[in-house]
């Protein structure tokens, strides 16, 4: 069974940093994409972030985060990280990793076999 557990959610001004952090269990990151999602309130569901299979394939972020957010993937620890700096008020929402990418949209959540509980973040201004 796959268990994917983010943390590092928190309260934080604007223009602070922090990283979330996605561990996974029963699922391997490894040779395999996955994405972070955000889900602010009375918002949809939206894609920040997709990782490739591939540690030489290109990273895609949403404008909105572009140049502010960085994902990465440990192998050893089977974990991948969302570095987010210079937050702003609207970044706030809840965080999901999501993993088990099916074919379509890669910023489409409906794409994502496997999801974890998500964590919080409040940027406040």
């Known amino acids: 069974q796959v268990h994917l557990v983010e943390s590092g959610g928190a309260s934080v001004q604007a223009g602070g940093s922090l990283r979330l952090s996605c561990a996974a269990s029963?699922?391997?990151?490894?040779?395999?994409?996955m994405a972070w999602f955000r889900q602010a309130p009375g918002k949809e569901r939206e894609g920040v972030a997709v990782?490739?299979?591939?540690?030489?394939?290109?990273?895609y972020y949403a404008d909105s985060v572009e140049g502010r957010f960085t994902v990465s993937r440990d192998n050893a620890e089977n974990t991948v990280y969302l570095q987010m700096n210079r937050l702003e008020p609207e970044d706030t929402a809840i965080y999901y990793c999501?993993?088990?990418?099916?074919?379509?949209?890669?910023?489409?959540?409906?794409?994502?076999?496997?999801w974890g509980q998500g964590t919080n973040v409040t940027v406040s201004s």
């Open positions: 029963g699922y391997t990151f490894r040779g395999n994409s």
């Open positions: 999501a993993a088990g990418f099916i074919g379509g949209l890669i910023f489409s959540p409906e794409t994502y076999k496997h």
């Open positions: 990782l490739p299979r591939s540690t030489s394939g290109k990273i």
